[in-house]
């Protein structure tokens, strides 16, 4: 069977009998077209695939000078259709099995000083609806640490502003409660009270169910929250790269520096794998190191 005939079947099986997000088919897709163009020029089919040309394919990822993480995601993709393979018969064997993962050095993650939160969240004109409906947004990004995935996929009753909490679907469709600031619930007060109404506009305000819309009275993409945080992070005269992930990054690094215990932070930032939340005790560690040496007398 041909390479793409056998990813097209893999992509429909993981998208509509697994149900996975289209973010991670988008991602699958990706990292299995790469395969496909190898492939393709080494005139292999999915019966031929050998560990060796597996071997060749991750090589050929790193001329093209890509990073361990990402040749590690490649691998982990490949494994997957392989089972796959495996599972419906064509193919009698793994290549990928014995294949080890490249070693990934855990980067520390990004994050904003208080100082630089307060910076960015003073820079939206709440006088304007648009501006209101920022503020808001960058508050109850800031407030509970959610993904930029699970900000956009908020919706109205989402909000429950008289328990403090805020509910929201995860990775693998998970469900989590969050708490949220008294600050974040008074500014989306705000917005729902005089900036919302204005966005929609003539909309059927029936058929809006999300929290956050756009100018048009639509819902708000990924990216265009990522574009409106980077603008305003320009406009404060910050440094380059600002995403809507540092202001989670942030939310967990000052939970840490003020005593917060890591299983709490884990549990509100939905982490499946304490080991994933362990990365921040690194960023608080440093953070003292620096404190330390700013004001010790013999540092």
């Known amino acids: 069977m041909e390479i793409a005939t056998a990813i097209a079947a893999f992509l429909t099986h993981v998208r509509v009998e697994k149900g996975l997000s289209p973010n991670t088919v988008s991602a699958y897709r990706r990292d299995l077209l790469k395969f496909e163009e190898f492939g393709e020029k080494k005139k292999l089919t999915v019966e031929s695939v050998s560990r060796d040309d597996l071997v060749d394919f991750l090589a050929s990822l790193y001329r093209q000078k890509l990073e361990s993480r990402t040749v590690a995601r490649n691998l982990a993709t490949m494994r997957n259709f392989f089972r796959f ?7 009698t064997e793994d290549p990928s099995l014995n294949l080890e993962s490249p070693k990934i050095r855990r980067s520390l993650p990004g994050y904003l000083r208080l100082e630089e939160v307060e910076k960015l969240l003073a820079q939206p004109d709440e006088k304007q609806p648009l501006g209101l409906r920022d503020r808001a947004m960058f508050e109850v990004l800031y407030s509970t640490g959610l993904r ?5 996929g908020l919706r109205v009753m989402d909000m429950d502003r008289a328990a403090g909490c805020v ?3 995860g990775k693998g469709d998970k469900e989590r409660i969050v708490p949220i600031g008294k600050k974040a619930i008074a500014l989306v007060e705000r917005y729902l009270r005089d900036a919302r ?3 929609l506009g003539n909309a059927n305000k029936a058929n809006v169910t999300m929290l956050f819309i ?3 009275g639509g819902p708000l ?3 265009g929250v990522w574009k409106i945080l980077s603008a305003y992070g320009r406009q404060a005269g910050m440094r380059k790269g600002l995403t809507p992930h540092m202001l989670r990054h942030s939310f967990a690094t000052h939970l840490l520096e003020r005593g917060a215990d890591l299983r709490s932070v884990q549990l509100m ?4 794998d304490i080991s994933t939340t362990q990365i921040y005790t690194h960023v608080v560690e440093e953070r003292l190191k620096q404190i330390y040496k700013a004001h010790h007398p013999r540092a």
């Not at 930029?148 to 956009?152: G, I, M, Q, R, T």
């Not at 930032?269 to 499946?272: D, I, K, P, R, V």
């Open 85 to 91: 393979t495996l599972v419906q018969e064509l193919r």
């Open 148 to 152: 930029v995935s699970e900000l956009v």
């Open 167 to 169: 509910r929201c679907i």
């Open 197 to 199: 109404p204005k966005l």
């Open 214 to 216: 756009n100018r048009r």
């Open 221 to 223: 993409s990924r990216v």
């Open 269 to 272: 930032l939905g982490h499946s």
